[in-house]
Structures are given as C-alpha cells and as structure tokens.
C-alpha cells in the first residue's frame, strides 16, 4: 500500500505544471517586410461607394519577421497585427516544430485592463491639494474591479477613486502580464536545439475596401465622331484598423469573390475598456442628490509605464486629391501592373506605400493619354406607342463608347469604380458627366451612361393607331421613327427596336443586330439635320 501510493505521488508530480516544463515567451521582431493584399467589399454593387467609416472588405497581410528560440518548447508572440486580424485564417511559415497551438490577445493595455490586473495589489494614488498644490501620495490596494467604481484600501479606511472632490492620479508598479498596447497574436512551437530563424505570419483581417476613380478629360482632338480624351485612375483605399503597415508592397484584387464565411464576426478585435467611475450618492433624501457625470477619465499612469492607444482617431493620410489635381498631374504616373489570379484580376503598385492606421490613401496607379472614344445616342422605340406627327420629340440618352483594346488606347483591364468626364472650354475643363464604371476586361466593349443629350432628340411608334399587335394574328405592324440632330457634326444612333424572343424585325438599308437581348439597328444622322427610318415588326409568339 506504501509503495502505491509513492508511485501515486510521484506520476501527479510529473503530470502537475510546477513539473511540466515552462515555455518560453519570445518576441518576434519587428516586420522586416510587408505585403498588404486588398479585397474589395464582395456585396458592394456598381454605382455604390465605399463606405470609408465602415469599410466591409478584407486584406490578406504577410509579415516577415525574425524569431530566436531557445531549446525546448517556446510562445512565440507576434505584436502589432491588425486588430481586425481573423486569427482562424493565419499561417505561421519558417519555423522548424511548426505551430503546436494559437492564440489571439482579448484585451489590449487600457486604463480598465491596468486597473483589473492590479486587484489586490498595492498602487500609488497622488492628490492634489486644490489651493496650495501640493501633492500627497500614499499607498493603496485595489479592492475593486473597473466595473463601474474603483474602491482603495490604505491606512486611511476604504475610499472611492475621483469622489473626494479633489485632483487624483494613480500610478502602478508595473504591467500586468499579458497586457500589451498593440494586439498580439501568439503561437506555441517547439525546437530541440534553438536557433535564429525567418518566419512568415500570413492572415486574413477585416476593415480594409479599395475602389478605382477615373478622371476622363477630352481634348478636343479627333476624326470623324471619334475623339481623343486623357484617362487617368486612382486607387482609393481605406484602411479601418488602427495599425499601419509601413512600406508594404501593396496589391488589389478586382473582381466578384465567392466569400462564404463572416470575416467581421470571426475578426473579434481585442479591447481596449475606458475607466468607468462613479461616485456614491451626496446630499440628503429632501434635496436629492446634485447631477453629477457617471463617467470620469482616469488619467493614464506615468508615461514610461503605458502607451497612449489611438484608436479611437481618425489619421488621414495622404490627403484626398482635389480633382484639378487629379487632372493636371504629371504623365509620369506610375501604373499598377495587371496580373490573373484565376477569375480575378491582380494589380500590383510597382513601388513601395504606407497603409496607414485609420486612414484613407489614394495612389495613382493608370495615365492613358490619346484615349479614341466616341459618343453614342440611343433610343427605345416599341411597337406598342402610336406616331403621333403632333407629339414633342424626345431626347435621347447618351453613352460613352470605346473598346478596350490597344488600337483605341487602352488594352488593360478596368475595376470597378465611378468615372468623371471632362471636356476642355474657354475657361479651362469643364465637368460635363459622371458616370458608374463596372469590371472591364481586355476586348471588351465599353458602354457608359452619360446625362440625356439637348441636341439630338427623337420621335418613333407605330404608323396605324388603335392596332392591338399582341392579337394581331402575327401581322407585321409598319412603325416609323424620326431623329433630329442639332449638333454641327454627325452622329451615330442607336434605336431599340424590341427584346429579341419577342419580335421579328425587318429593317432595310439601317444596319441591325442583336445586342444585349434587344434588337438594335444603328445609323448616321448628319449634322444639322432629321433622319426618317422605318421598319416592321410582328409578334414572335406562336399561337
């Protein structure tokens, strides 16, 4: 019976922690190199704008650091990630026992955290006296967490902070352990015989979106109904975290990503708690007791022991350009180089930027000059309207068109983003459009909207009034349409004649074709000048 209960005795000593073996706490260092990947908000449309006090995109970082293990089992902590940084995602490269476990800091070095770490320990508290300025400290145990009040005990009895009316200041020893004012992200490993080595932390965070603005300015120049305008895009980013990443290699990824998980909850961003603290009750149950403000800023302590955390302000960095500035920088703009990424597109800043905290920055990465692009005008003409000779003519709508190839100056992929047009006048540009610029790839048409036009406008219906051409036994139905151009130049129009599965149509002398599921014909107005063109349609139904 002895002897079981020594070798008892014995295995709950191996198995308890006093006998298991410490770890040791390592410090990576600082990143030697930085790159920060930017994902755009996958459910933000065409059109929309990017919420730059809630961005809902994500960036993938990859931080390169050094670590020194000692032999044997070793913590291995990462300070400085991004606080929007979803711990579940990251991957620790570089290191020869691999990554036993992970784990992610909950709460950051704040006046809340410093006073919870301290309970039951003695801190100093300092008063001032009001009228004379003298200062009288003493020392005090916390007897109470940040939950509302903080309650010291010293030789005095027991007392609550910021309520003797008078100017208080507490300073501590040192910092609890765990605490730090940066979010930490730490991993467990092991390495028989230590060594220095060069590691690669890789993760998801949350807070980050981008979008591309262009700038198109006409100038003048051209043949026939096509001229040349100057485009020139920015990058906009916007980086919600309060961490920068300091001359990073910075890349974006344009295009529709298939995201499945919530990268906002499984963030989590450890806190950092305010002080919260109030005072018990004064004056009498007849008068009541005078308002008094719940809440009360504790001072940090002495500067040496804690970092000011600024997390709560808004850094703008790079400030937003102005848009002459856009439109007259230099040629010399250095341009985003595209890569594939699958489905995606990659564009990678050829130099060196920071992603600062809090911050909004713009980056210049397209300048196209001798863009050739051309106005088009389009109508909708339906069997279903009469041609009434008495009825006011219509404008139609305008779109902005090229191709996105080398011939016409381009030949690059386009992200998504807003578009402001330009054309050159006596008084310098002038702003004439804004217009949505969805995702464009290379050989692709390009097609924007543009403000309804005041020189071309236009009448069309069908020839016969009182004609039910959905029982109509499939007849043709003749239809008459007329445009009027004002402009001292041509131009091309473009006549939606119906949706395609619905309707037969027989145009001549009118080029005609199908485009988007609309049959369309296009023709040249001359400058000056009405145009009349007819055509027939009957219902492609069958009965």
């Known amino acids: 019976m002895k002897r079981l209960l020594i070798l008892l005795a014995a295995a709950l000593a191996l198995a308890s922690p006093a006998a298991a073996q410490e770890r040791a706490i390592v410090d990576a260092s600082a990143p030697s190199d930085l790159s920060v990947t930017i994902y755009r908000d996958p459910?933000?449309?065409?059109?929309?704008?990017?919420?730059?006090?809630?961005?809902?995109?994500?960036?993938?970082?990859?931080?390169?650091?050094?670590?020194?293990?000692?032999?044997?089992?070793?913590?291995?902590?990462?300070?400085?990630?991004?606080?929007?940084?979803?711990?579940?995602?990251?991957?620790?490269?570089?290191?020869?026992?691999?990554?036993?476990?992970?784990?992610?800091?909950a709460e950051l070095l704040s006046p809340a955290a410093l006073v919870n770490g301290a309970l039951g320990n003695r801190i100093t508290i300092t008063r001032t006296n009001p009228a004379t300025g003298e200062q009288t400290s003493e020392r005090a145990v916390v007897r109470t967490r940040a939950d509302g009040g903080l309650m010291l005990q010293s030789s005095a009895g027991y007392e609550a902070v910021r309520c003797a009316g008078v100017p208080e200041r507490l300073t501590f020893d040192r910092i609890p352990s765990g605490l730090s004012a940066k979010p930490v992200f730490s991993i467990n490993t092991q390495d028989a015989n230590g060594g220095t080595y060069e590691v690669t932390l890789t993760y998801l965070a949350w807070g980050f979106d981008w979008q591309a603005d262009y700038i198109a300015t006409l100038t003048g120049e051209g043949?026939?109904?096509?001229?040349?305008?100057?485009?020139?895009?920015?990058?906009?980013?916007?980086?919600?975290?309060?961490?920068?990443?300091?001359?990073?290699?910075?890349?974006?990824?344009?295009?529709?990503?298939?995201?499945?998980?919530?990268?906002?909850?499984?963030s989590d961003p450890p806190t950092a708690a305010p002080l919260r603290l109030t005072c018990y009750p004064l004056g009498n149950t007849k008068q009541g007791s005078p308002l008094q403000s719940p809440v009360a800023t504790l001072p940090l302590a002495e500067a040496e022991m804690m970092e000011s955390r600024a997390g709560e302000m808004i850094v703008v960095t790079g400030a937003r350009k102005s848009t002459a500035d856009m439109m007259y920088s230099p040629g010399s703009v250095m341009e985003a180089g595209e890569e594939r990424l699958g489905d995606l597109k990659l564009y990678r800043v050829p130099e060196r930027v920071t992603v600062s905290a809090k911050g909004l920055k713009q980056v210049a990465f397209l300048n196209r000059q001798d863009v050739q692009a051309r106005y088009l005008y389009v109508a909708s003409c339906g069997p279903y309207n009469w041609f009434d000779p008495e009825e006011e003519f219509r404008s139609a709508d305008m779109l902005l068109v090229t191709k996105n190839e080398d011939r016409r100056g381009l030949g690059v992929s386009l992200p998504q983003g807003m578009m402001t047009v330009f054309e050159p006048s006596a008084f310098g540009p002038q702003l004439v459009a804004e217009t949505e610029l969805r995702d464009y790839a290379r050989g692709q048409e390009i097609e924007l909207d543009l403000p309804r036009s005041n020189q071309v406008n236009f009448q069309c219906g069908r020839v016969v009034d009182n004609l039910d051409v959905d029982n109509n036994d499939?007849?043709?139905?003749?239809?008459?349409?007329?445009?009027?151009?004002?402009?001292?130049?041509?131009?091309?129009?473009?006549?939606?004649?119906?949706?395609?599965?619905?309707?037969?149509?027989?145009?001549?002398?009118?080029?005609?074709?199908?485009k988007n599921g609309f049959r369309i014909a296009e023709f040249k107005v001359p400058a000056n000048a009405t145009r009349e063109f007819r055509w027939k349609v009957r219902s492609s139904a069958e009965e």
Do not use: Y
């Open 43 to 105: 459910e933000r449309s065409v059109g929309e704008e990017m919420e730059t006090n809630w961005p809902q995109g994500f960036a993938m970082i990859s931080e390169t650091r050094t670590v020194i293990l000692p032999p044997g089992q070793s913590t291995v902590r990462f300070e400085g990630v991004a606080e929007g940084m979803v711990s579940v995602s990251a991957i620790v490269t570089g290191l020869p026992g691999g990554t036993i476990e992970k784990n992610r800091n």
């Open 223 to 266: 043949r026939r109904d096509w001229f040349e305008m100057n485009l020139l895009s920015w990058l906009s980013l916007v980086n919600d975290n309060g961490q920068s990443f300091e001359n990073a290699q910075l890349l974006v990824i344009a295009g529709t990503l298939n995201v499945e998980s919530d990268f906002e909850g499984l």
């Open 474 to 514: 499939r007849q043709w139905v003749e239809m008459k349409g007329e445009v009027r151009n004002a402009n001292p130049h041509p131009v091309t129009m473009r006549v939606m004649l119906g949706q395609s599965v619905d309707w037969d149509v027989r145009i001549r002398r009118v080029k005609s074709s199908v």
